[in-house]
């Protein structure tokens, strides 16, 4: 094995560039970088859209529970104010 990385390394480089049709991805690795980026962008607006939503649900959720217990709080003080007789003698 080390004979072997040793070939590898001891290989010369070529003296000659590369022909650019070999190097270069083309047209179709364009289309794939440029597929990868929009689907990673509608991807992202997907994730933000259902955050939003399920931010907006929350608040939605958090007053009507505050009217809720606003309600209830009232109703509770209703009750107690009819429970006091105001025309019996204070001792």
Not at 9 to 33: C, K, Q, Y
Not at 41 to 54: A, E, K, N, S
Not at 60 to 85: G, H, K, M, P, Y
């Amino acid at each position: 094995m080390l004979t072997a990385l040793a070939a590898l390394a001891a290989t010369p480089t070529p003296a000659t560039t590369p022909d650019e049709s070999i190097v270069t991805p083309g047209p179709l690795g364009f289309a794939a970088v440029a597929f990868i980026g929009v689907a990673v962008f509608l991807l992202v607006w997907d994730m933000l859209r259902r955050i939003r939503r399920g931010r907006y649900r929350e608040e939605v959720n958090a007053e009507l529970d505050a009217e809720e217990q606003a309600r209830a709080a009232e109703a509770a003080s209703e009750t107690d104010d009819e429970d006091i007789d105001r025309d019996a003698p204070r001792s």
